[in-house]
C-alpha cells in the first residue's frame, strides 16, 4: 500500500543543487525530505511526504490524528518507530 505519513518540518535548507530539502520528524523519528514541491514552506509547518517527497501541507491537528491512524493499523514500520508491545 503506498501511504503518505504526516510530518513536522524542523529545517529547510536548500542542498549544493538548490533543490529545496528539509529534516521532517515523524513522531519522534526524522528523516530528511525533498521539499521542491512546496516552495515556501516553514520550519513547523506539517506535510504530507509520500517517497521521500512532501506532497502537501497539512494541519497540526489533522497530522496528529492521521499519524495515531496509521500507527494503530500498524503501517509505520517502515519508519522504525517502536510499536507499542513490540
Known amino acids: 500500500m ?6 513536522k518540518v524542523l529545517t529547510v535548507e536548500q542542498n549544493a543543487l538548490g533543490m529545496t530539502m528539509g529534516t521532517v520528524s515523524f513522531g519522534g523519528v526524522t528523516r530528511e525530505v525533498c521539499l ?15 517517497v521521500g517527497f512532501a506532497i502537501s501541507r ?10 495515531e491512524l496509521l500507527r494503530r ?3 509505520l514500520g517502515e ?5 507499542p508491545g513490540s
Open 2 to 7: 503506498c501511504l503518505g505519513v504526516p510530518g
Open 36 to 50: 521542491a514541491c512546496l516552495p515556501g514552506v516553514k520550519p513547523g509547518e506539517y506535510v504530507v511526504v509520500h
Open 58 to 67: 497539512i494541519g497540526e491537528a489533522e497530522a496528529a490524528e492521521v499519524f
Open 73 to 75: 493499523m500498524n503501517e
Open 79 to 83: 519508519l522504525d518507530i517502536p510499536q
